[in-house]
């Protein structure tokens, strides 16, 4: 609950959403599917900003790629056919497991999970780690713009110091968002090119259950041309953990024959020396690394055996 909660705003448009959340003499923030926000005890938090009107719940194709509204569910990401059919299904699965409880994915939202990062605990952010998404920001700000013009003999127009309301819309990288997203910015969507020819992809993780948080989650993105390893990502994500991708490992992979399983496991083991899990009462970072070894692996055979069989069969339908 929000114990100082003094003003619940409405909104159908997203500049008027901005509008509330700079205001500087009242903490206001926004709120999406709210099965984080309303379980916290926050007292200095006095107004929200309910986001459901502003049309940002949709999946669209375009020639950029897949576009995914910040207020779409996490169910409607798992249950939507285009995302079955895009990069393997990987995202809807991802979002699948995002939440043991279908009530919860039904509120949970995709910018929510953005803007929350770690603390989502979501699969999701993993498998975004890999598909290189890129995160729409928008900002309503205030610009300063001089007019004037001419010189002391022969002045121009007489506006020295016009200031207009303006917006502000950028694109980040969903690995720097963290980083880069400033105060009051509100995530509009997500986007995410489509993949070369020869593609594979894969989730592995790990849980005291089925349907428990990832105590480790592995996914792997791999492109495959002629039978050698093109373009890999892997990252590895988990409770607690912000997605780690694992440079070294991928360098090491690519234009690397693919049928090398040999070279596949001393390729992951290399690459494990930049992977740095936390340590929490749920398992020890000794735990994670060895789960992570595994887990590497299996998803970067199973993404490169999708791969190279969609090249082999790309390569026979142009002869």
């Not at 200095?44 to 779409?72: H, K, N």
């Amino acid at each position: 609950m929000l114990p100082n909660l003094l003003e619940y705003h409405w909104v159908e448009d997203v500049d008027d959403a901005l509008i509330l959340l700079s205001r500087p003499d009242i903490k206001t923030v926004p709120l999406a599917g709210g099965t984080h926000l309303l379980g916290q005890n926050d007292e200095s938090i006095q107004a929200v900003v309910d986001l459901r009107d502003l049309g940002l719940a949709y999946i669209s194709e375009d020639q950029r790629g897949i576009r995914i509204g910040s207020m779409t569910t996490l169910q409607s990401m798992a249950e939507a056919p285009l995302l079955k059919s895009f990069l393997g299904g990987l995202l809807a699965q991802a979002a699948q497991y995002s939440a043991p409880s279908p009530l919860i994915r039904n509120a949970a939202t995709l910018g929510g999970t953005l803007a929350l990062g770690a603390s989502s605990q979501a699969d999701l952010l993993t498998a975004l780690a890999v598909v290189d998404a890129e995160v729409v920001l928008r900002s309503g700000q205030k610009t300063q713009v001089d007019l004037r013009g001419g010189t002391p003999e022969r002045p121009g127009l007489a506006l020295s110091g016009v200031t207009y309301k303006g917006k502000l819309e950028r694109r980040v990288p969903y690995h720097r968002l963290s980083l880069e997203r400033r105060p009051q910015e509100l995530i509009i969507e997500v986007q995410i090119a489509p993949p070369g020819r020869g593609w594979g992809t894969a989730l592995e993780r790990v849980g005291r259950s089925a349907v428990d948080t990832a105590l480790l989650t592995a996914a792997a993105l791999v492109e495959v041309e002629n039978g050698r390893y093109r373009n890999v990502r892997l990252a590895l994500g988990g409770v607690n953990m912000e997605p780690q991708r694992l440079p070294t490992l991928e360098r090491r992979l690519e234009g690397q024959p693919v049928q090398d399983l040999r070279l596949l496991a001393t390729a992951v083991q290399a690459g494990l020396a930049d992977f740095r899990p936390p340590a929490d009462f749920r398992a020890s970072p000794g735990y994670r690394r060895v789960c992570g070894a595994n887990l590497a692996y299996r998803a970067l055979e199973e993404a490169a055996n999708i791969a190279r069989w969609r090249d082999i069969t790309s390569s026979e339908g142009r002869a």
